[in-house]
Nanobody, 117 residues
Framework: QVQLVESGGGLVQAGGSLRLSCAASGFTFSLYAMSWYRQTPGKERELVARIGSLGGSTNYADSVKGRFGISRDNAKKMVYLQMNSLKPGDTAVYYC??????????WGQGTQVTVSS
C-alpha cells in the first residue's frame, strides 16, 4: 500500500525555520520525482519545490527561492523541505507528492505550517 506521511509542521514565528519530512512506502521511491506543494483555503495547490528521482535536479517556486531547500535520501525513502526565513505568507498545508510519468502520482495527507507575524 502506497503511503506518504508528512511530519514537522507546526507554529513558528516569522523569520524562524522548520524542517518538513515525508516518509514514503509501498512504491519504488528512487524512481519517483518528489515534490512539496502547499495550499491555503480557497486557493489552488501550488508547487513549492521539486527534486528529481536521483536528487540531481531541483526547482523552486519563485516565492521560496533562497529560503527553502528540498533534499531526499533514497536509502531511507525520505524527502525533506528545509524552510528558513519563514513569512506569514508561507502559512499553508504542505503536501508531499511522488510522481512517475502521467499516471503515477501519490499524495500525502498534509501537514499544517503556520507562521505568525
Amino acid at each position: 500500500q502506497v503511503q506518504l506521511v508528512e511530519s514537522g509542521g507546526g507554529l513558528v514565528q516569522a523569520g524562524g525555520s522548520l524542517r518538513l519530512s515525508c516518509a514514503a512506502s509501498g512504491f519504488t521511491f528512487s524512481l519517483y520525482a518528489m515534490s512539496w506543494y502547499r495550499q491555503t483555503p480557497g486557493k489552488e495547490r501550488e508547487l513549492v519545490a521539486r527534486i528529481g528521482s536521483l536528487g540531481g535536479s531541483t526547482n523552486y517556486a519563485d516565492s521560496v527561492k533562497g529560503r527553502f531547500g528540498i533534499s531526499r535520501d533514497n536509502a531511507k525513502k525520505m524527502v525533506y523541505l528545509q524552510m528558513n526565513s519563514l513569512k506569514p505568507g508561507d502559512t499553508a498545508v504542505y503536501y508531499c507528492n511522488a510522481v512517475n510519468g502521467p499516471t503515477r502520482s501519490y499524495w500525502g495527507q498534509g501537514t499544517q505550517v503556520t507562521v505568525s507575524s
